[in-house]
């Protein structure tokens, strides 16, 4: 997993509210069973026709959307399943951030496990920022997770909140479950006092 | 101290299961049940194989494959090679790794969460997660379960336990008697659309009052099976008769001497009285009618009987937008009613609706009618056992003399992942959990609904109210 530090570029605004996981990568390509090529999934029937040739009024087949490393979504982004290809799909189109006023919860949980950072605003940050980027294609941003800020393009910060540990692991680029694998002497000790509540291997 | 004060349900669940909190940390929670599918665990486990890591507890996992098989004449191979190479993949991870695979061939496999609860694996107490946003269907026995995603997967099958931050409870109180044609699903619907698809997030749902209480087990599977369509972390019903009763005799639950001992923890598990909640909201269930989704997100629901909302009815702009780009996508008219609405397919099954009671009910309104010709109607039980029992029942017969397709268990057209899916376009009433666009088949458009809802639409070949069949 590659560290976050501090991201600075164009916004690609997507100001759907309630984007669910099934527009961010549809089922039919949830048949993989490994992480390759997943950027050709992101958005598919948004961004795709039937013969898979780009939408072009699409804004990730937009010239601003090429290289862009922050996406502006509307509330409640990622809700409906629990697959992680939607965060799969995203890092590997070029996103590492992610700002909107409130993501569903197990979207955000893998977000934070795959080192895509979602970043909480307030709504009329939120707003101002799709008014503004609609007259400016080109409106920069900078995300540093260091001290919590988003710097606007009049210099302004506003802070976004994240939890300690998740901040430190996307600092250090490092996997949650080193923390958990330390945790040994604890898990065995819990096991030791608590008999299992079910044996799923009896007559198998 | 905890223990003195008064406990909800989850804070229960959750405090017996903290393995270790340091400062500045989220909890390592112990996981007691992890239930695993073909979709979301390949990557898990490729990660287990690349790190060196072993399973932990393979006997508190357990597998089956629902996702992307056909419902279709099991002893033929299966024609789709992804699907067929992901299924393949997890019957190499299972015998690998040592966990007990209930596949393609098992006369128990069915969609996971159908399977957890009849074979007895989900209990009142436990923690219980899946690769899946459903599995707060397994809620619904008083358990705290939640889905997850694949490197979480990973991090269960490697530790037998995740890392969480506490969510904040919110106690859904639902009184009253619910009216003939009403049922589980048309409670859920309304309050998501009460409360909206980002109403629960943060929170774990407790369902409480006299409604909730006069469910059936495989009705409570219902309302906890859509939690997730609120946004919220789990849904849970706290156990009692109704629970112990429909778990007694279960293959993987507790037998003697064991049983009696769980039963009597179990019935500490309730909230206490004057336990406190974060937030909570009440619903009537006698005002309640069969309900129906009318948009592209499962809060996007009205009484069958009500007209298609405005846009401009809508309170703030995101919401406007919503509903407009939701009525385009469905091609629908503000102001007109949905009942009536031609459909071309109905989908009876999903983890939501695809037990036998689900299946008796669709049967009780098709039973000795025809269904609108043209109309494709699937009927897919969600599991082998369920499957067996309707059987038993003749409900096959019943499907297939009204004109509906009979079909083996799997998720089917609820995610359409293997091949059961819309045309671009078309319209179904469905009893799975998302109209999400293209979630049923890419351009494919779909109304949420009761399975009573939905057989009475299949025999007018639309929009029907079940109201006027009884
Ligand atoms: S039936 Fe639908 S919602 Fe349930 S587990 Fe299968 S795909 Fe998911």
Redesign the interface.
């Given at each position: 997993m590659e560290p976050i530090t501090k991201i600075t570029s164009r916004l690609v605004p997507l100001?759907?509210?309630?984007v669910?996981t099934?527009?961010i990568v549809?089922?039919?390509f949830?048949?993989?069973?490994?992480?390759a090529g997943m950027d050709q999934y992101l958005f598919r029937?948004w961004r795709f026709d039937e013969a898979g040739k780009p939408l072009p009024d699409f804004i990730l087949n937009q010239p601003r959307a090429k290289g862009a490393q922050i996406l502006l979504a509307?509330?409640?982004f990622g809700?409906?399943?629990?697959?992680?290809h939607a965060?799969w799909a995203l890092l590997a189109f070029g996103f590492r951030a992610l700002l909107s006023t409130?993501f569903?919860?197990?979207f955000q949980?893998?977000a934070l496990?795959?080192g895509l950072l979602p970043v909480v605003i307030p709504p009329d940050v939120h707003a101002d920022l799709f008014r503004q980027v609609e007259k400016n294609p080109n409106l920069e941003v900078t995300v540093e997770l260091a001290s919590q800020t988003v710097t606007l393009p009049d210099g302004k910060t506003v802070s976004f909140p994240i939890?300690?540990?998740s901040k430190q692991c996307l600092l250090a680029g490092v996997?949650?479950?080193g923390?958990?694998?330390k945790?040994e002497s604890?898990?065995r000790a819990?096991?030791q006092s608590?008999p299992?509540?079910?044996?799923?291997?009896?007559?198998? | 101290m905890a223990a003195e004060k008064s406990q909800t349900l989850f804070e229960k669940i959750w405090n017996r299961h903290v393995v270790v909190e340091e400062p500045d940390c989220p909890v390592a929670l112990y996981i007691d049940l992890h239930l695993v599918h073909e979709v979301t665990s390949p990557q898990a486990f490729q990660g287990l194989r690349d790190q060196g890591l072993r399973l932990r507890q393979p006997s508190k996992t357990v597998a089956t494959v629902d996702h992307s098989i056909p419902t279709t004449d099991r002893s033929l191979p299966i024609a789709d090679p992804m699907a067929a190479n992901q299924i393949r993949q997890l019957e190499v991870n299972c015998r690998e790794f040592g966990i007990p695979l209930h596949g393609i061939d098992s006369p128990t496999q069915g969609i996971v969460h159908v399977i957890g609860p009849e074979l007895g694996f989900t209990q009142p107490g436990m923690t219980i997660v899946c690769g899946d946003s459903h599995t707060a269907t397994h809620g619904a026995f008083g358990a705290l379960a939640f889905g997850i995603g694949t490197t979480e997967v990973q991090h269960v099958l490697a530790a037998q336990c995740l890392l969480q931050r506490k969510p904040r409870s919110f106690e859904v109180r639902i009184d009253g008697t619910l009216q003939p044609g009403v049922s589980a699903k048309d409670i859920i619907l309304a309050l998501i659309a009460q409360i909206g698809v980002g109403g629960g997030v943060g929170f774990v749902l407790e369902y409480t009052g006299s409604a909730i209480r006069a469910l059936s087990m495989e009705a409570r599977m219902t309302v906890c099976n859509m939690s997730i369509e609120a946004g919220a972390k789990a849904g849970m019903i706290a156990p009692d008769e109704t629970t112990f009763h429909y778990l007694a005799g279960k293959p993987y639950v507790p037998q003697a001497a064991a049983w009696d001992d769980a039963l009597k923890q179990w019935k500490q598990l309730p909230s206490d009285p004057g336990a406190r909640f974060d937030r909570s909201v009440t619903m009537d269930a006698s005002q309640l009618e069969p309900m129906i989704t009318y948009g592209t997100n499962p809060g996007m629901g009205l009484p069958v009987t009500a007209p298609v909302p405005s846009p401009d009815s809508m309170p703030d702009t995101a919401s406007q937008n919503a509903v407009r780009h939701a009525l385009e996508y469905m091609a629908l008219e503000p102001g007109k009613p949905l009942l009536g609405h031609p459909i071309e397919v109905v989908f009876i099954g999903s983890c939501t609706n695809s037990r036998i009671s689900d299946l008796r009910a669709a049967a009780g309104i098709l039973k000795g009618r025809k269904v609108s010709p043209k109309l494709r109607v699937l009927v897919v039980p969600g599991s082998q056992q369920v499957k067996r029992q309707a059987e038993q029942e003749g409900l096959p017969d019943i499907f297939r003399d009204a004109g509906c397709e009979w079909r083996e268990p799997g998720c089917s057209m609820c995610i359409a992942m293997n091949g059961d899916e819309l045309e671009p376009g078309q319209y179904s009433v469905s009893t799975s959990n998302r109209n999400f666009e293209g979630r049923q088949g890419k351009g494919g458009r779909t109304f949420l609904a009761s399975p009573l809802t939905a057989a009475a639409s299949a025999l007018q070949g639309c929009v029907a109210d079940v109201r006027t069949l009884l």
């Open positions: 100001p759907n509210e309630n669910d099934d527009i549809p089922a039919r949830l048949k993989v069973t490994d992480k029937d509307g509330r409640n809700s409906g399943s629990s697959r992680e965060p409130s569903a919860d197990i949980g893998n496990k795959n939890d300690n540990f996997d949650q479950l923390y958990l694998l945790q604890h898990i819990y096991e608590h299992p509540r079910v044996q799923t291997t009896i007559g198998s | -």
